[in-house]
């Protein structure tokens, strides 16, 4: 997941399974192992995306939501992790939310959006609004009741048009 702000920084899972940061200064590679700061080690099962207008990685972690490592300057290893969830009210309640660990069903569009296959197989999203991440299951729009069901493959976002599609 490359930093497109940044092109001597990239985020990507290790054979380990942790989120790695690779920064080139030089002609050299400086790899760092991020570490969780809040004692729960969430490893990456799917996809690792880079999210540039939120400087975030986000990546599809064993507890089936996005996870994600942010900058900090007040950890250790210079970010802090957290992932996603709809219910802010019970982080570890189990909620509508939960994303399949399957390749290929983490998007994110120029815009700063997260799309995703969830593990029910609807079209779901993720949008930043007023300093909160809002979770939304998506509806056809040609009938505006009848969510986006039996989502069956990969998504793909076009970045020059900020359009979302899927295999149904």
């Not at 490592?69 to 019970?90: A, K, P, V």
């Not at 290929?104 to 300093?131: A, C, W």
Request: glycine content about 8%; aromatic content about 16%.
């Amino acid at each position: 997941a490359p930093n497109i702000n940044n092109p001597n920084e990239v985020f990507y899972r290790g054979i380990d399974n942790y989120i790695y940061v690779a920064n080139k200064i030089g002609s050299v590679w400086n790899i760092k192992k991020l570490l969780f700061n809040d004692g729960s080690p969430i490893l990456a099962v799917g996809d690792v995306r880079y999210l540039p207008q939120h400087d975030l990685a986000l990546y599809v972690g064993s507890n089936n939501r996005i996870n994600l490592f942010g900058r900090s300057t007040s950890t250790s290893t210079g970010f802090y992790h957290w992932y996603l969830t709809s219910n802010w009210n019970c982080y570890w309640c189990i909620s509508n939310d939960l994303i399949s660990p399957t390749v290929g069903t983490l998007q994110t569009t120029p815009n700063g959006e997260v799309f995703y296959r969830g593990i029910d197989n609807k079209m779901h999203r993720y949008y930043y609004e007023s300093g909160n991440w809002n979770h939304q299951i998506l509806s056809s729009t040609y009938n505006p009741t009848h969510p986006v069901d039996f989502v069956k493959g990969d998504i793909v976002v076009d970045p020059n048009i900020n359009c979302v599609f899927y295999k149904g």
